[in-house]
């Protein structure tokens, strides 16, 4: 098999990877995914998104999931620093009639619920091969094909028509330097630490704000914040976001800081962590905001944290590979059927979308950090089906473009830019002067 030539190769097999298998096939375009690790396994990214909750309805992973017992999410509500000024963020959906209606989603186990996704392919005719990915094969300007290697240590060649990089955070293709620059998020230079705990306190109310599946967020202080995502019955995922520099300075182990912001950031916290004893090895992600730049060209295209990951706040990261795993397959199929007709890169017009949606969350986190009282007031008031719009996913096209919520969150964040490249040009000047006194 190693040498025959595939349609679709796709590197990753979670979240994005599997459900680009799943959406080639609905195309009648049978890839090969391959995936060094070997599912169940552990991952971070538990929230999920009422559009995601819809789109894997729309895969018919629905009674899949259902028998997990994964908590219900019916939104998020954010607690402010004193942990009293709170408010409720809940999922819409819009139904026939474009009436915005509730909507739920669910929190989960990401070892069990990435191999429900994974398993959904391979199921469907996905072929598995159990590598991984060590470099591109290129001839010209395009890629064709991979070399890999085997759980054994063997190597081999595998050709392709299109490679799809779904490797996460690995960026396997821009490590590689097939696609343009990796350059740093607006959320970087933080840190995120988490685990799991058993007997945490959950809400347990009547209404839709109070019940126990849903997310809880702590905004401390600018890109200073925890969450609190029920995964099962027994566990919830407990995380704290932080400025490197300020874990830093503190001086301790990632367990010792951690355990010490469970129990000190906010009361609204700590009072629903009776049990501080870590049900998984307390992880910490670094630098975890990036973007790769030209991540499409003849012969690949980059889906999910593979090429962008803005920020976990308000959980877009599943969706994201989801949502532009189905878009990819539509490109890769009008491409492999010979409907897109270029010299170029075939794929710009699936770049271009995946963008534009990124840039309208971008924006909407960007707002949350720089403005945010100004984010409650558009979120919770002022524009608030438009905002919950967005938050639901409908950031594409028109209809992303015309909301009034992403109108005015993109014209503070024009205001920021202006203001931050007035900064960068006056320390520009200044460093001039400094840097010709220093060459004499
Ligand atoms: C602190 C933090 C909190 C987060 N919280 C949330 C959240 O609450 N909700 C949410 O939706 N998202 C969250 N995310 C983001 C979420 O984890 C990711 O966006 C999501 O997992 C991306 O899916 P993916 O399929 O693109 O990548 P992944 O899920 O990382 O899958 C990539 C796969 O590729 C495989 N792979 C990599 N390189 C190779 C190779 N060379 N060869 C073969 N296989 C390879 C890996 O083994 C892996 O299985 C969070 C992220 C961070 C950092």
Redesign the pocket.
């Known amino acids: 098999m190693a040498h025959k030539k595939h349609p679709v190769i796709i590197?990753?097999?979670?979240?994005?990877?599997?459900?680009a298998a799943m959406y080639l096939l609905r195309q009648g375009i049978i890839p090969v995914i391959?995936?060094?690790?070997r599912?169940p396994?552990y991952?971070?990214?538990?929230?999920?998104?009422g559009a995601?909750s819809l789109a894997l309805k729309d895969l018919g992973l629905g009674p899949k999931i259902e028998a997990q017992n994964y908590p219900i999410k019916h939104g998020a509500v954010f607690y402010g620093p004193d942990g009293k000024n709170d408010f409720w963020v809940e999922l819409v959906r819009r139904n026939e009639k474009f009436e915005q209606v509730p909507n739920y989603t669910w929190?989960v186990m990401?070892s069990t619920f990435?191999k429900i996704l994974?398993d959904g392919a391979v199921e469907r005719g996905a072929i598995w091969m159990e590598?991984?990915?060590?470099a591109p094969l290129l001839k010209d300007d395009s890629v064709v094909g991979l070399t890999?290697r085997t759980p054994e240590g063997a190597t081999d060649n595998l050709y392709s028509d299109v490679v799809i990089d779904?490797?996460?955070?690995?960026t396997?293709l821009a490590n590689q330097r097939v696609t343009g620059k990796k350059v740093p998020g607006r959320s970087d230079k933080q840190i995120?630490?988490?685990t799991q705990f058993a007997n945490t306190i959950r809400d347990n109310g009547d209404d839709r704000r109070h019940q126990p599946g849903n997310?809880l967020l702590y905004y401390q202080a600018k890109h200073h914040w925890g969450?609190f995502?029920p995964v099962s019955e027994e566990l919830t995922?407990v995380?704290i976001?932080v400025k490197t520099d300020y874990f830093k300075k503190a001086g301790l182990s990632k367990e010792d800081f951690m355990l010490r912001e469970c129990r000190q950031m906010t009361p609204a916290l700590s009072e629903r962590l009776p049990d501080l004893s870590p049900q998984e090895p307390i992880n910490a992600?670094p630098n975890?905001s990036y973007r790769v730049m030209n991540y499409t060209g003849k012969g690949f295209l980059c889906?999910?944290?593979?090429h962008r990951?803005i920020d976990?706040i308000f959980?877009?990261?599943?969706?994201?590979?989801i949502q532009e795993?189905q878009f990819a397959a539509t490109a890769v199929s009008k491409y492999l059927a010979g409907e897109i007709k270029t010299n170029g890169n075939p794929f710009a017009e699936y770049e271009r979308l995946c963008d534009e949606g990124n840039d309208v969350v971008e924006d909407t986190i960007g707002v949350l950090w720089e403005y945010p009282l100004a984010f409650q007031r558009i979120v919770t008031w002022r524009d608030r089906a438009a905002a919950l719009d967005v938050l639901s996913g409908r950031i594409y096209g028109e209809e992303g473009a015309k909301n009034p919520a992403r109108i005015a969150m993109r014209k503070l964040m024009a205001a920021k830019e202006k203001e931050w490249a007035e900064e960068a040009s006056v320390r520009a000047a200044k460093s001039e002067p400094e840097l010709a006194s220093a060459l004499g």
Do not use: K, M, Q
């Not at 590197?11 to 459900?19: D, F, K, Q, R």
């Not at 991952?43 to 998104?49: D, F, K, P």
């Open positions: 590197v990753g097999g979670g979240p994005a990877g599997a459900a391959l995936e060094r690790a599912h396994r991952h971070v990214g538990e929230s999920l998104t995601t929190n990401r990435d994974f590598a991984t990915a060590i890999i779904a490797s996460g955070i690995s396997f995120g630490l988490f997310t969450w995502i995922s995380g976001v992600i975890f889906v999910g944290d593979a990951f976990p959980a877009y990261g599943v969706y994201f590979g795993a």
